[in-house]
């Protein structure tokens, strides 16, 4: 520290210059030297904190495919073993040759209502036996257009006076009229 007066260096603490005795200021804390903070001590952890969220965000969206790639592949072995099970019936003439005409009416109908591909299969194919009632369930599996692919259950029901409706998901979205008897 130096004297404002005279010059001169003086100890830092003394009130009074030995040279001049002209009396000394106290030093004001912008004087004080002032540590910078270092941003690595900030920006490091900071870092490291976002790679191990990124890290788990990553595994868990990563078992969440693999958790519905197995659902789909189970869907769609049911779906296989029931198309073979309908292609057996369709090869072959049968009391049920009306219900399988049916069944194939809503899949044409539901091919024409996807907007881009669609994969239709029955899983069961019911007669209320005097009623005139068939009942045609099932997935249908649409593209959105990206390459995924959307499921939905059908219900797809002939009823008196022989019109055919077809529901997605529990909604109504086609009916239209058949010469089937």
């Not at 769609?76 to 009391?95: H, M, P, Y």
């Not at 990206?146 to 997605?168: N, V």
Request: net charge positive; aromatic share 6%.
């Amino acid at each position: 520290m130096f004297c404002p007066k005279c010059g001169i260096g003086i100890k830092d603490g003394d009130k009074f210059c030995p040279n001049c005795g002209a009396e000394q200021s106290k030093p004001s804390a912008t004087h004080e030297k002032t540590r910078p903070v270092n941003p690595n001590v900030i920006i490091i952890p900071l870092g490291i904190i976002i790679v191990v969220a990124g890290l788990y965000i990553g595994l868990e969206k990563r078992q969440y495919a693999k958790a519905e790639t197995a659902k789909i592949q189970a869907e769609t072995a049911k779906i296989q073993a029931s198309n073979q099970k309908l292609s057996a019936e369709l090869n072959g003439v049968s009391d049920d040759t009306p219900d399988i005409i049916v069944a194939e009416m809503c899949h044409e109908r539901l091919h024409k209502l996807a907007k881009y591909q669609a994969d239709i299969t029955s899983t069961d194919i019911d007669r209320t036996r005097g009623k005139g009632i068939t009942l045609v369930t099932g997935i249908a599996k649409f593209q959105n257009g990206f390459g995924a692919w959307d499921s939905k259950s059908y219900k797809c029901h002939m009823a008196a006076p022989r019109s055919i409706y077809i529901h997605l998901d529990g909604e109504l979205v086609a009916t239209f009229n058949t010469l089937i008897d």
